[in-house]
Nanobody, 116 residues
Framework: QVQVVESGGGLVQAGGSLRLSCAAS??????????WAWYRQQPGKQRELVAS??????EVVDSVKGRFTIYRGNAKNWVFLQVNRLKPEDTADYYC?????????WGRGTRVTVSS
């Protein structure tokens, strides 16, 4: 069993920054490659991918490029999403996924609310 837990969300003013954290624990293979992704679900909208790790690289969707950065932690079971210059439309529940061995594990999300 693998658990994925996000943290770091909160209420922030427009223009502010947050660092979202995600940690995996449980029976994952620390010696095998882990791929991560961050999704978000804005109010009334479908969940969408915002950033992911792919092999040794990272990808960020165009809508947040230049403001959001995904990066792995020094410990293999951590990943972060740095979100800068936040806008009210970034208000959403942010979810982390860990993928290994063809299985994707989801966290329960952390809420980011951006006030104008």
């Amino acid at each position: 069993q693998v658990q994925v837990v996000e943290s770091g969300g909160g209420l922030v003013q427009a223009g502010g920054s947050l660092r979202l954290s995600c940690a995996a624990s449980g029976s994952y293979m620390s010696t095998n490659e882990i791929n991560w992704a961050w999704y978000r679900q804005q109010p009334g909208k479908q969940r969408e991918l915002v950033a992911s790790t792919v092999g040794g690289g990272t990808e960020v969707v165009d809508s947040v490029k230049g403001r959001f950065t995904i990066y792995r932690g020094n410990a293999k079971n951590w990943v972060f999403l740095q979100v800068n210059r936040l806008k009210p439309e970034d208000t959403a529940d942010y979810y982390c996924t860990m993928r290994q061995g063809g299985i994707t594990y989801w966290g329960r999300g952390t809420r980011v609310t951006v006030s104008s």
